[in-house]
């Protein structure tokens, strides 16, 4: 059932290439996969491309409440394209700016238990848009996209087929088992992954049949000047007091004002100890001579955003705070939310870390521009990121981040010139507490972060690349793969 989206007047395709964007999961679902897609594909559209997405994600019915979190669940539904797009517009903000249009849908939604994205065939879309080239966007599991592939396949379609997942041992062999199908003939495949670490286990997989190049996810960084640009972000706070930088509006509970400062920072002085017992933290004049920190000012304020749920790591998240924390005076805010949230809840009364580690929950990305603003340092310690778009914007907004080195977040931050990564737990921990006790190697990151921008991650080196693999699959001879 095809869906198309008002278009604005003189929106027309001139010369551009047909492309057909196949995902099992579409907006109004706001995970990674689903926003990035929505933004290439927009970014597309702009540059003068004929531009259409099929996927198994249904429209969602009238009333649908919004995502509890980011990279879950579903914008607020009408039951129409024209509904989502309001929806996902107050909600996410797209990002590459502006509203802008966006392509048509093709939702082949096929019922099944629990709303898995199984879909249906893509043979009548194949026929009735007539791609130039098929571009499948694949996951762990994505089994609306591997059909998408082989039938794009038999219908002499180019296929360029992105990864952007990391894949463990159950999705390598099964995407070992589809590439020896895939492989059998000339016809133009050429595959990607969002990531160099996303693209090893893709690398081992494919034994060199095909090419895999990697190509980052874009983003458009002139959104991130405002905040890059300015030496010390600043907001003013509803009492018309300047303070810790947090949302304006936003609960007492959540994000402390300065009026609750000198209290959040007494909370944070005499946190618990890792073992349970109470304990002073270092804090004070002594360690204010030790790393720097002017009298007054509050504590470094680490900030994570992301879903909440195993495959981020939120426990192992909140132990490194513990560890640092009980060794130097911070404060943390995690932006997020999903089914991790009530354990970490949990953990933070247990520990007695509720003064001075905040859940805010979901926030639209307005406000988590603000909350990065008002922040010293990023922290994103999962193994298994295969790229990491919030650590993206972290970085662009100017923070030192704090990273796992084989995840996908290393490549666009180098060790000691982006923020420090770490392979272990130790490593991790010891990289946060340099920099939330250095300040000076926080301000050079910072200003380095500020001054530079990650170039092939922006929107004209993405199409770019993506270009040059659509002409090469478009090759479909055997030569093409070499």
């Given at each position: ?129 007539k791609p130039d080239v098929v571009h499948v966007h694949a996951g762990a599991v994505s089994p609306f996209a591997w059909r998408a592939v082989h039938q794009a396949r038999h219908a002499g379609v180019p ?79 509803p009492t018309g007091t300047q303070g810790p930088q947090h949302p304006a509006g936003a609960p007492a509970a959540q994000f402390p004002t300065e009026a609750q400062g000198p209290q959040f920072l007494a ?216």
């Amino acid at each position: 059932m095809a869906c198309p989206l008002p278009r604005a007047p003189g929106d027309r395709h001139f010369g551009g290439v047909r492309i057909l964007h196949v995902s099992d999961c579409f907006l109004p679902r706001l995970g990674g996969i689903e926003v990035q897609v929505d933004e290439l594909c927009r970014a597309q559209l702009a540059a003068g491309h004929d531009v259409t997405i099929a996927t198994a994600t249904p429209c969602p019915p009238p009333g649908t409440p919004p995502a509890n979190g980011p990279g879950a669940g579903l914008a607020a539904g009408t039951g129409t394209e024209a509904g989502i797009e309001a929806g996902i517009e107050a909600g996410i903000e797209a990002g590459h700016g502006g509203v802008g249009a966006r392509p048509p849908v093709d939702r082949l939604v096929a019922p099944m238990p629990w709303e898995l994205p199984i879909g249906r065939s893509l043979r009548p879309v194949l026929a009735d848009r007539k791609p130039d080239v098929v571009h499948v966007h694949a996951g762990a599991v994505s089994p609306f996209a591997w059909r998408a592939v082989h039938q794009a396949r038999h219908a002499g379609v180019p296929i360029v087929l992105t990864v952007h997942s990391l894949w463990g041992t159950f999705s390598r062999v099964a995407y070992r088992g589809l590439f020896t199908g895939w492989t059998r003939d000339g016809l133009g495949l050429v595959v990607t992954a969002v990531s160099e670490a996303a693209a090893a286990p893709v690398r081992e997989v494919v034994g060199g049949r095909l090419p895999v190049r990697v190509v980052a996810n874009g983003i458009d960084t002139s959104r991130w000047h405002d905040l890059a640009h300015t030496p010390t972000a600043q907001f003013q706070h509803p009492t018309g007091t300047q303070g810790p930088q947090h949302p304006a509006g936003a609960p007492a509970a959540q994000f402390p004002t300065e009026a609750q400062g000198p209290q959040f920072l007494a909370g944070v002085q005499a946190a618990q100890v890792p073992g349970g017992a109470a304990a002073q933290v270092p804090g004070g004049a002594a360690a204010q001579v030790a790393t720097g920190t002017p009298a007054g000012r509050l504590p470094p304020h680490v900030v994570a955003v992301g879903r909440l749920a195993p495959r981020k790591e939120p426990m192992n998240l909140l132990r490194l705070l513990r560890e640092v924390g009980a060794t130097t005076p911070i404060r943390a805010t995690i932006v997020g939310d999903g089914p991790a949230r009530p354990r970490m809840e949990r953990y933070l009364r247990r520990h007695r870390m509720t003064g001075w580690v905040r859940l805010t929950g979901r926030l639209d990305r307005s406000t988590v521009r603000t909350v990065l603003a008002g922040a010293d340092v990023f922290l994103a310690p999962a193994a298994r990121e295969s790229f990491g778009l919030a650590a993206l914007e972290a970085r662009l907004a100017g923070l030192p981040v704090v990273a796992q080195a084989g995840s996908g977040v290393a490549d666009f931050v180098e060790s000691g010139r982006e923020g420090l990564l770490g392979r272990t737990f130790p490593e991790m921990s010891a990289a946060l507490l340099r920099l939330t006790n250095d300040h000076r190697l926080r301000h050079r990151i910072t200003a380095h972060n500020r001054a530079t921008e990650p170039v092939g991650c922006t929107w004209p080196a993405v199409l770019e690349a993506f270009g040059d693999c659509y002409e090469l699959a478009s090759a479909k001879t055997p030569l093409a793969h070499l």
